[in-house]
């Protein structure tokens, strides 16, 4: 499509009400006069989940984690100057502080929590429509965790393998990472034995605060013996709810994402991972329901 592309991020920020049904977060803006959900465009370089968790913050006054990606609505606004095409990120999120202080200002003039019900009726606009949508035919996530690759490693290395360090590159890596891994707020860390997973899951770790245990299941050498062992850590981990991170090899974490996504009935027609990437896992309960390269 010709014309000027515009990239925008934002969530659906839910708790449980008091009514005792799913509520989320709608804000009213005065220019336009109509309740949506919170969103924004990214800052230039900036990643859209960080994005999403900064608009929502902003827009809202409530501090977000974000759990899973939902959807990704696009649309054009006419303009003498040539059409805009945009499209918008949304990630449901969830708060430990859902009664923070408001402050209205021109932009954005009150915030509301509403029932998905009364959110239908309120959110007029086609895409938060789809947002809903998306949301409502989920069940609910419970616990998130991240599947990470060891960044890049130093190759001119003569010492025993497991020792080899992150390069230079590699530990720029790992605090890049960090800085996005540490929005979904983990409160355990886990690594396989090698140096260079440590050193790429601790800037995370430092990031909140956690320790890092070390857990031969995420070797590779262990996973060839057993290579149903990570996954089933993978669903153990995610029955204690809340985030986590593991740090494990490549191959551990293609099998892993393939295999849980088999057995829960997800498509994941990719899991190749290269080094520093990584995986969010959405769970509910010990089901696999979302898989996001992150």
Same mark, same amino acid.
């Given at each position: 499509?010709?014309?000027?592309?515009?990239?925008?991020?934002?969530?659906?920020?839910?708790?449980?009400?008091?009514?005792?049904? %799913?509520?989320?977060?709608?804000?009213?803006?005065?220019?336009?006069?109509?309740?949506?959900?919170?969103?924004?465009?990214?800052?230039?370089?900036?990643?859209?989940?960080?994005?999403?968790?900064?608009?929502?913050?902003?827009?809202?006054?409530?501090?977000?984690?974000?759990?899973?990606?939902?959807?990704?609505?696009?649309?054009?606004?006419?303009?003498?100057?040539?059409?805009?095409?945009?499209?918008?990120?949304?990630?449901?999120?969830?708060?430990?502080?859902?009664?923070?202080?408001?402050?209205?200002?021109?932009?954005?003039?009150?915030?509301?929590?509403?029932?998905?019900?009364?959110?239908?009726?309120?959110?007029?606009?086609?895409?938060?429509?789809?947002?809903?949508?998306?949301?409502?035919?989920?069940?609910?996530?419970?616990?998130?965790?991240?599947?990470?690759?060891?960044?890049?490693?130093?190759?001119?290395?003569?010492?025993?393998?497991?020792?080899?360090?992150?390069?230079?590159?590699?530990?720029?890596?790992?605090?890049?990472?960090?800085?996005?891994?540490?929005?979904?707020?983990?409160?355990?860390?886990?690594?396989?034995?090698?140096?260079?997973?440590?050193?790429?899951?601790?800037? %995370?770790?430092?990031?909140?605060?956690?320790?890092?245990?070390?857990?031969?299941?995420?070797?590779?050498?262990?996973?060839?013996?057993?290579?149903?062992?990570?996954?089933?850590?993978?669903?153990?981990?995610?029955?204690?709810?809340?985030?986590? %991170?593991?740090?494990?090899?490549?191959?551990? %974490?293609?099998?892993?994402?393939?295999?849980?996504?088999?057995?829960?009935?997800?498509?994941?027609?990719?899991?190749?991972?290269?080094?520093?990437?990584?995986?969010?896992?959405?769970?509910?309960?010990?089901?696999?329901?979302?898989?996001?390269?992150?």
């Amino acid at each position: 499509m010709s014309g000027r592309r515009v990239a925008a991020a934002g969530g659906l920020l839910w708790r449980n009400g008091e009514r005792g049904l %799913i509520e989320l977060v709608a804000v009213w803006r005065p220019l336009v006069g109509n309740w949506s959900l919170p969103k924004g465009k990214l800052d230039p370089g900036e990643h859209a989940l960080t994005a999403a968790c900064r608009e929502v913050e902003e827009e809202t006054g409530i501090p977000v984690i974000p759990q899973m990606w939902l959807c990704r609505p696009s649309y054009v606004l006419s303009n003498p100057a040539g059409d805009v095409f945009k499209y918008v990120d949304y990630w449901s999120m969830r708060t430990e502080k859902p009664d923070a202080a408001f402050t209205a200002d021109d932009e954005i003039g009150a915030r509301r929590w509403l029932t998905l019900a009364e959110a239908r009726e309120a959110l007029t606009r086609p895409r938060d429509q789809e947002v809903l949508k998306t949301f409502a035919a989920l069940p609910a996530v419970t616990a998130t965790v991240l599947l990470v690759a060891p960044a890049e490693v130093e190759r001119s290395w003569g010492g025993p393998e497991v020792t080899r360090p992150l390069s230079a590159r590699g530990q720029d890596q790992a605090v890049r990472l960090a800085a996005l891994a540490s929005l979904y707020q983990p409160d355990r860390a886990y690594s396989a034995t090698g140096r260079a997973s440590v050193q790429t899951v601790e800037p %995370i770790a430092q990031a909140v605060r956690c320790g890092v245990t070390g857990d031969s299941a995420f070797d590779a050498e262990a996973h060839e013996r057993n290579p149903v062992r990570s996954s089933a850590q993978v669903r153990e981990l995610a029955g204690g709810g809340g985030a986590a %991170i593991v740090c494990a090899e490549p191959e551990v %974490i293609c099998d892993t994402v393939a295999i849980l996504a088999d057995e829960d009935g997800l498509e994941t027609p990719d899991v190749s991972t290269r080094p520093g990437e990584a995986w969010v896992l959405s769970l509910s309960g010990q089901k696999l329901v979302g898989v996001e390269r992150l």
